[in-house]
Nanobody, 119 residues
Framework: QVQLVESGGGSVQVGGSLRLSCVVS????????LGWYRQAPGKQRELVAW???????AYADSVKGRFKISRDNAKNMVYLQMDNLSVEDTAIYSC?????????????WGQGTQVTVSS
């Protein structure tokens, strides 16, 4: 049974940085694409970054140039480095896994970690 557990959320001021982490178990990690979703109150869930099994990364326009996704296959970990945070980045962030490796069909998500950015 796949399990994803996020950590690293918290409260920061505008312009600050946070690094989210997610550990994945129950799958052959290296074969999965990993992604980070976020959902703000009253808004739809948004896929903000993903990284394929081949280590190709992509980003939503809203975070491009400020966020960076990376993975460590030896540790079964995926990370999201978030810099120059704005109030609009406030949301619950969840990691997700796609066993097909491409980032098109995520089928498992973690519980999420809260990120709050204040001015």
């Amino acid at each position: 049974q796949v399990q994803l557990v996020e950590s690293g959320g918290g409260s920061v001021q505008v312009g600050g940085s946070l690094r989210l982490s997610c550990v994945v178990s129950g799958r052959i990690f290296s074969r999965n694409a990993l992604g980070w979703y976020r959902q703000a109150p009253g808004k739809q869930r948004e896929l903000v970054a993903w990284i394929t099994s081949g280590n190709d990364a992509a980003y939503a326009d809203s975070v491009k140039g400020r966020f960076k996704i990376s993975r460590d296959n030896a540790k079964n970990m995926v990370y999201l480095q978030m810099d120059n945070l704005s109030v609009e980045d406030t949301a619950i962030y969840s990691c997700a896994a796609d066993p097909r490796g491409l980032g098109y069909r995520f089928d498992a998500w973690g519980q999420g970690t809260q990120v709050t950015v204040s001015s």
